[in-house]
């Protein structure tokens, strides 16, 4: 039987209607300009209320991953903390908060007293960028991480499983299986990671969520947690998702929250601090060059700790390599689909270390590039604002 065109059309309607409204409806719920995140994050108002609204679906997921999932996959130690009968929910809340709070002031405090007060031509030397953030940018990257860092209360019923042993994760010395766990525990927390950013520079989800925190275009390390809450939430939940499910030690998932959590602090130092000693025993680790240039270009580079995502899914980008391919913050065409369109099929897979820090070494120290700032016009199809917090700071 025909259906008539009328019909068809009317049906098409009735079902897209629906959806458009509770795109639009969520847009004003997300939406980062109305929150007032676009200007100055210093400020605490009723926009920053509506976290609760992201807060409520984390808690809400975890909650059902937690009681539903786990036990139906058999996935529980029963292996409870020593204090599990004093530890409350509410506890546990406070608890990880204030520990996430010190872990972002200690890691991006000792970089940025390092490298600004205790060896400040070591810091101009390493730098990747011709400008460092003023004081009222740095403030604001503060304050805007202070908000974020609120909302991993809703997170917290994970830790509250973790201490009463009711997920993977068991209390006690780590046993020889935590090695192979451990490595996959990386790598699963790392496509997690990777496939969530690569959905945040999505044309919705950028323009309403990731926005704010590429206002930071030329970033240093206190910028690693000025996150939109929902962003923070859409990382965190499946990390410790994956973290609940991989039978790992206590002490293992501690280690690789904390390394993790290092790892993306100084890929935002905008410093090669890689090629510090300790840093070369972890080789595998995307360079700081590289999530650098996702700050300057925008839609490339998303992976967090290492590249190889990038590489598979097209979306890796080298200005050094690859040129200029007209990546910009309203072009949302992927590295691959520019790199074919103008004529340039390297990947870029073969890149090492040792030629990136050649490549570098041919770079004008810092006082030299800093002649080449732009303070207002555009540069890679993007429009520089000096109102808007190190939007100005991308070179020519």
């Known amino acids: 039987v025909r259906s008539k065109p009328g019909l068809s059309l009317l049906l098409s309607v009735s079902c897209e ?16 300009r109305a929150r007032g995140y676009l200007d100055d994050t210093t400020k605490v108002g009723p926009g920053d209320l509506l976290m609760v609204v992201e807060m409520s679906i984390a808690a809400t997921i975890g909650e059902v991953y937690l009681t539903k999932v786990l036990p139906a996959l058999g996935l529980v130690s029963y292996s409870p903390s020593p ?19 010190m872990m972002y002031f200690v890691v991006c405090g000792t970089i940025h007293y390092t490298y600004t007060k ?36 809703a997170a917290s019923n994970f830790m509250y499983y973790w201490v009463q042993g009711w997920t993977a994760v068991y209390w006690g010395m780590p046993k020889l299986l935590d090695i192979p766990m451990f490595v996959l525990a990386y790598i699963l927390v790392d496509i997690s990671a990777y496939l969530v950013h690569r959905t945040l520079h999505r044309p919705f989800w950028y323009r309403h969520v990731h926005k704010a925190h590429h206002l930071w275009k030329s970033p240093n390390a206190w910028v690693v947690s000025a996150l939109h809450p929902a962003e923070f939430l859409s990382l965190t939940v499946p990390t410790l998702a994956i973290l609940s499910t991989v039978p790992l030690s206590m002490f293992s998932v501690a280690s690789l929250l ?26 595998w680790q995307a360079p700081v060059e590289f999530h650098d240039n996702h700050h ?28 200029k391919l007209g990546l910009g913050e309203d072009q949302f065409k992927s590295a691959a689909e520019l790199r074919k369109e103008n004529g340039n099929t390297n990947t870029g897979a073969g890149r090492s270390r040792d030629a990136t ?20 016009g555009t540069t890679n199809g993007n429009e520089c604002d000096s109102n808007l917090p190190g939007s100005c700071h991308l070179m020519e």
Request: hydrophobic share 45%.
């Open 83 to 101: 204090n599990a009968e004093v530890m409350t929910r509410g506890m546990v809340a406070v608890f990880s908060t204030l520990n996430y709070m």
């Open 357 to 376: 820090s050649r490549s570098r070494a041919a770079t004008p120290p810092p006082s030299v590039r800093a002649a080449k700032v732009i303070t207002k």
């Open 118 to 153: 205790l060896y400040p031509e070591e810091g101009r030397r390493l730098s990747l960028q011709s400008k460092p953030m003023s004081d009222r940018e740095r403030t604001q990257a503060i304050a805007f991480s202070i908000k974020s860092i609120v909302s991993v209360s």
């Open 296 to 323: 300057a270009f925008f839609h490339a580079n998303y992976g967090a700790m290492v590249e190889w995502w990038d590489i598979l899914g097209g979306t890796y980008y080298n200005p050094k390599k690859h040129g």
């Open 258 to 283: 904390v390394w993790i959590f290092m790892c993306n602090t100084i890929d935002h130092s905008g410093m090669e601090l890689e090629n510090l000693p300790w840093l070369r025993l972890s080789f």
């Open 17 to 32: 209607l629906p959806t458009a409204m509770a795109a639009a409806t969520l847009g004003r719920l997300l939406d980062c």
